[in-house]
């Protein structure tokens, strides 16, 4: 007996197998959830068709979603196949690779909107489609992942800062329009984690580095730690929580001044 089943999953970005998106996937289908996974666009379908077979997937489309399209045909899909909806991962985001070289003040406004409209809006455009199918299901709930640098400047992730803020601050908005219809919309701060997105970031090691040495743990974070506490907020293990958003740091962001 797994603590999903006969539960459907919708989860979005996964582009490989160390995909925050991935990793939770499989935790819920390991847990008896029925996933079905999106990805970007066609570059990514033959990384991900491989996975989508390990865990059953049998929804698997792709999505960019800067295309209003494409979304309502994910979920038309699933609206079709299973005629509603449990659990929804967004796990998304993109920067111009100039936007996370040079100084913030520098930011470009065509760079800004396209960080803005992938990282933040997305996740606004999604939940919109979702709550129709989500509605009414007893405990269903939206996840989405941010960072750090939503709250505090961090070396070079400069507008993307910007676009979790707007997207933490989006996941309290749609927590309270969607509550009334027992839906739980919460972000998942994780830690830094080797995946394609953040090999995006220079200096990334550097602040690996930084988190092992200052983070209560003294350890950086792995894949099953955030996957575990995607569980835990994807499921009704979480069924009072929402509106929230839950650092899996190691602690980091628990952290002032502590060494002399
Ligand atoms: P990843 O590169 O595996 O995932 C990012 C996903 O976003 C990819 O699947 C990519 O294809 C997708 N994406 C980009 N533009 C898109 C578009 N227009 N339409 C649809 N999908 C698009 O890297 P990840 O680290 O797993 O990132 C997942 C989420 O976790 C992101 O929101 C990221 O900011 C967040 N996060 C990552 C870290 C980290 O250190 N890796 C830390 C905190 C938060």
Excluded at 170 to 182: C, E, P, Q, T, W
Aim: glycine share 8%; aromatic share 8%; hydrophobic share 45%.
């Amino acid at each position: 007996m797994g603590l999903l089943d006969g539960k459907k999953a919708l989860i979005f970005g996964v582009a490989n197998d160390k995909s925050i998106a991935w990793v939770t996937a499989e935790i819920l289908a390991a847990e008896g959830a029925e996933v079905a996974l999106t990805y970007a666009g066609d570059a990514f379908e033959s990384r991900v068709e491989p996975l989508a077979k390990q865990t059953g997937a049998k929804i698997v489309l792709p999505c960019d979603v800067t295309k209003d399209s494409e979304i309502k045909k994910v979920f038309q899909t699933v609206q079709e196949e299973w005629g509603g909806l449990d659990m929804l991962i967004h796990s998304v985001a993109f920067a111009k690779k100039e936007e996370l070289k040079n100084d913030f003040i520098s930011t470009s406004r065509e760079g800004f909107n396209i960080a803005l409209e992938v990282s933040a809006y997305s996740l606004i455009a999604i939940a919109r489609e979702a709550l129709p199918l989500m509605e009414g299901r007893g405990d269903a709930s939206i996840t989405t992942l941010t960072y750090l640098g939503a709250q505090r400047v961090v070396k070079n992730y400069n507008v993307m800062g910007v676009a979790k803020a707007a997207l933490e601050a989006s996941v309290k908005y749609l927590a309270y329009d969607m509550g009334r219809y027992g839906i739980r919309v919460n972000a998942l701060s994780a830690g830094p984690l080797r995946t394609l997105a953040a090999m995006g970031i220079p200096g990334f090691r550097d602040i690996l580095n930084v988190v092992q040495r200052m983070a209560p743990l003294k350890r950086n974070i792995n894949a099953d730690d955030v996957a575990k506490s995607a569980l835990y907020l994807a499921s009704p293990l979480s069924s009072g929580v929402t509106g929230e958003t839950l650092y899996v740091d190691s602690g980091f962001h628990a952290i002032g001044i502590v060494e002399k």
